[in-house]
Nanobody, 122 residues
Framework: QVQLRESGPGLVKPSQTLSLTCTVS??????????WSWIRQPPGKELEWVGT???????YYSPSLKSRTSITRDTSKNQFSLQLSSVTPEDTAVYYC??????????????WGQGTQVIVSS
């Protein structure tokens, strides 16, 4: 079965770039028709879609984050990554990577990583 695991620094200073990597096993990020997404959940708030990369490399971003967001991939490692620049404390959240049949923020749909906590603070 497909497994996803997030990795990256747990603490980022304001104005710096948040960088996370999702390592995928059990499925190829370059095949089929899945949406490979980053979703986050700030403390006390609902899940928020950040962005998605498709099997052909096409990317889609939340309008509110598009100017600061980049999703890339390393097909040789079966990984896709998130870069969120110019972060502020409002970017503090648990960040998830996920695979699903569509863009969604419902954890009952698709396969999700366990999440990784990222704190933006000085």
């Amino acid at each position: 079965q497909v497994q996803l695991r997030e990795s990256g620094p747990g603490l980022v200073k304001p104005s710096q770039t948040l960088s996370l990597t999702c390592t995928v096993s059990g499925a190829s990020i370059t095949k089929n028709w899945y949406f490979w997404s980053w979703i986050r959940q700030p403390p006390g708030k609902e899940l928020e879609w950040v962005g998605t990369i498709r099997s052909n490399g096409s990317t889609y971003y939340s309008p509110s984050l598009k100017s600061r967001t980049s999703i890339t991939r390393d097909t040789s490692k079966n990984q896709f990554s998130l870069q969120l620049s110019s972060v502020t404390p409002e970017d503090t959240a648990v960040y998830y990577c996920a695979r699903g049949p569509k863009v969604n923020v419902n954890r009952q749909i698709g396969s999700w990583g366990q999440g990784t906590q990222v704190i933006v603070s000085s």
